[in-house]
């Protein structure tokens, strides 16, 4: 029986909150999310830590639907690359996913920390996400939101494995998918241009963290005013549609030509002609030692610095433009802005808030790729058929100047 289908007149028995605290203490909100609250969490007999995803029933439907959907495919999955569903408690009130607890840091901060960085640590890195993404796809499930802000190491010993969070956006591939969603820097071509889509779009977005741990810089990028966020999105994404990245100097010099191979194999624009997770794992640069061991971390270090340094306070300037767009009418052009269905004024199951994807409803004057007819281009899709993702700013918007 599907999760949370019950047959007609049967009465769904919850847990009662005590079931909750009686095995585990609470600690303080680490942090609010779009969908959720997460806390620390101590197992009142082990001592054991863990994370604790707490969602709110009376927040909407869309965070219910998050919930079930992040429940449904944690509970298929068990990989050493993916964070471990351990736990889950439905009460009337609340959906509490307990999750295994990485202490470690994200690959960036990693990356900073080390005397010695080099193309065999980057390869390290995407295979281990490769492997997850191979596992993921034997399963028939898309991630459609890997990004390397969902990357982290899972302890801080020296070889800690790294493991992939944040399922919330996760489905499974029942025929090819057809809504939007995920964050704007890593979307594929097909899902920029409105085509139906499928597992192609992790391998893409593998593509594109791969770019970015290679050389600090983010492959699609647009040097508009820092605050002139709708012309930056729809020039990101002519961009994204076109394949237009290069491996420019003086970031890529010392790049090994295998390197970029896989790079240019997983963002090829045509999906059936991306190299799947598998067959990338099988690329001399991931298992044949093709990997440079030159240190390349001084430069990339300083791209790093300098494209993300501003990100995180960036973050709320962004979600605050996007939610006065969302007030725009539509008469001005077909969606005026972002979109998340919602005003600004809506209800919390359909607001876009800090660290939520948003897919720009408007990309007027971008060109697309065709379409079959029943798929219209992003400007024309409905708000309710539109699901939130990430609006967190990424690297492309403090990159000018270079």
């Known amino acids: 029986m599907p999760f949370g289908c019950l047959p007609v007149g049967e009465k769904k028995d919850y847990h009662s909150p005590a079931d909750v605290t009686d095995k585990y203490d609470m600690g303080q909100i680490v942090k609010s999310e779009e969908f959720c609250e997460i806390f620390r969490a101590k197992d009142k007999i082990t001592n054991k830590m863990y994370t604790c995803k707490k969602f709110l029933k009376k927040d909407g439907r869309k965070v219910r639907k998050a919930a079930k959907n992040e429940i449904q495919i944690l509970k298929m999955v068990k990989h050493p690359n993916i964070l471990q569903l351990v736990d889950v408690y439905e009460t009337k009130k609340e959906y509490f996913l307990f999750l295994e607890l990485a202490t470690g840091r994200e690959v960036f901060d990693w990356i900073l920390d080390q005397g010695y960085y080099s193309e065999k640590d980057t390869s390290n890195v995407v295979r281990q996400v490769l492997e997850a993404v191979a596992y993921l796809h034997s399963l028939h499930i898309v991630h459609r939101n890997l990004k390397l802000e969902n990357l982290v190491y899972y302890n801080r010993l020296k070889h800690s494995k790294i493991v992939i969070s ?191 994807s948003v897919l720009p409803s408007s990309t007027e004057g971008v060109p697309t790729v065709e379409v079959t007819p029943s798929q219209p281009p992003l400007q024309d899709v409905p708000p309710e058929s539109r699901c939130n993702g990430d609006a967190s700013v990424s690297s492309t918007e403090s990159r000018s100047g270079q």
């Not at 899902?191 to 810089?217: E, F, H, K």
């Not at 004024?345 to 359909?350: G, L």
């Open 166 to 356: 944040d399922f919330h956006l996760a489905k499974l591939e029942n025929g090819l998918i057809k809504e939007p969603c995920g964050t704007p820097e890593y979307l594929a071509p097909e899902v920029v241009g409105r085509q139906r889509y499928g597992r192609p779009v992790d391998c893409w977005a593998t593509g594109v963290i791969m770019y970015i741990l290679l050389s600090g810089n983010p492959p699609f990028y647009d040097e508009t005013e820092d605050d002139d966020y709708e012309n930056h999105d729809k020039n990101l994404f002519r961009k994204i549609l076109a394949g237009d990245y290069e491996f420019d100097s003086p970031y890529w010099d010392e790049i090994s030509d295998s390197a970029k191979s896989l790079v240019a194999r997983l963002m090829e624009v045509d999906q059936d002609q991306r190299l799947t997770a598998q067959e990338a794992i099988n690329h001399e640069w991931i298992s044949g030692g093709a990997a440079s061991d030159k240190n390349i971390k001084e430069n990339v270090c300083a791209q790093i610095e300098k494209n993300f340094a501003r990100a995180k306070w960036k973050k709320a300037v962004r979600v605050t433009t996007i939610m006065k767009r969302l007030r725009a009418p539509d008469s001005d052009s077909k969606a005026a802005g972002l979109a998340a269905g919602a005003s600004a004024d809506a209800p919390a199951d359909t607001q876009a808030s800090a660290g939520s």
